[in-house]
């Protein structure tokens, strides 16, 4: 025992280092630092515009500063005031509604349309179609919407003369500014879940149909019975990036309607934060506003985890 010292200093084999550690080569060092100089510019670029911006996110929530004058610390209070601000208030309100809206209709479209696409034999037209508007730049998007629904746009016209009812006014009417905006939400993002639900249709198995259809399983028994609860993981996938997007209204809004609509009946909480920001240089009660997003993100994110162990299944068991 008392030369196990000396036995573990002993240098080992060829390649490897005392103690019998595999020595590094020389190739494998040089692979090593051409990965930290592939990785290095977006971690850098991480570092920079995602990082940075929420250490000083936080910092600010607690301190009132304008962009020119000195920094002073004001604790907790942005966060009481911006939760007694019922502009804020509101655009919490107007934002979960965006989202409870736009969130199932567009699930749901997305999956009936999967469906039928899955029916035909040539299916690449109707995917360009359907995914144009998911790589068209949102702001163009909102630009052409905003076009179609003027009072005297396309939409108002073809609803006045088909129901006989005066033009509506989408972006002037508060009832309605709400639903413009979740129109133009589910159609630019209808593509991508069109597509993801489509490759989820394909990847079940034909045995698994084949086996229903075997026990006399009609077409609706074999959809809500067998295909859409093994589509379930990937709809419960979509439901939390849907969700995080629909929190994150911001485009859509400010294109879309005037200084967030007819009596801030479309501000969301993103706009919420870029008025205080960048309209009245308030980077406290932004900052703080930004933070209580996040949590209400967590929070919702958190619910979904924990309600897909019910209605999530998958192929092996495991939720």
């Not at 929530?61 to 907790?76: I, Y």
């Not at 074999?222 to 379930?232: A, D, I, K, Q, Y």
Request: aromatic letters at 12%.
């Amino acid at each position: 025992m008392a030369d196990a010292p000396e036995r573990a200093a002993m240098p080992g084999p060829a390649g490897t280092a005392p103690g019998g550690l595999r020595e590094e080569s020389a190739w494998r060092r040089r692979d090593r630092r051409w990965g930290y100089v592939f990785v290095g510019p977006q971690l850098i670029g991480m570092a920079l515009f995602v990082l940075l911006p929420f250490a000083a996110s936080i910092v600010l929530a607690f301190a009132q500063w304008d962009g020119l004058n000195a920094l002073s610390w004001v604790g907790f209070d942005n966060f009481r005031t911006e939760l007694s601000d019922p502009l804020f208030g509101r655009a919490i309100i107007n934002t979960l509604l965006i989202a409870l809206i736009t969130v199932p209709v567009g699930l749901g479209l997305a999956v009936i349309i999967a469906v039928a696409l899955e029916r035909l034999k040539t299916k690449t037209l109707y995917l360009i179609l359907f995914f144009a508007p998911v790589v068209t730049s949102s702001v163009a998007v909102a630009m052409i919407w905003q076009q179609l629904f003027r009072k005297d746009g396309v939409l108002s016209g073809f609803i006045s003369s088909v129901f006989h009812v005066p033009p509506p006014d989408w972006l002037g009417d508060p009832h309605l500014a709400l639903i413009a905006v979740c129109i133009v939400s589910v159609w630019s993002s209808l593509g991508l879940n069109v597509i993801i639900f489509l490759a989820g249709l394909q990847n079940i198995s034909p045995s698994v149909i084949e086996a229903a259809r075997i026990d006399g399983a009609g077409a609706l028994t074999l959809f809500f019975r067998v295909r859409l609860p093994l589509l379930s993981p990937i709809m419960f996938f979509s439901s939390v990036i849907a969700f995080i997007s629909s929190l994150q209204t911001f485009d859509t809004v400010f294109i879309l309607t005037a200084d967030a609509g007819p009596d801030n009946a479309t501000r969301t909480i993103v706009y919420h934060i870029y008025d205080l920001g960048f309209g009245k240089f308030q980077f406290g009660p932004a900052s703080a506003a930004s933070v209580i997003l996040l949590l209400i993100t967590l929070v919702i994110t958190g619910i979904q985890f924990t309600a897909q162990k019910k209605f999530v299944h998958y192929e092996d068991g495991a939720a």
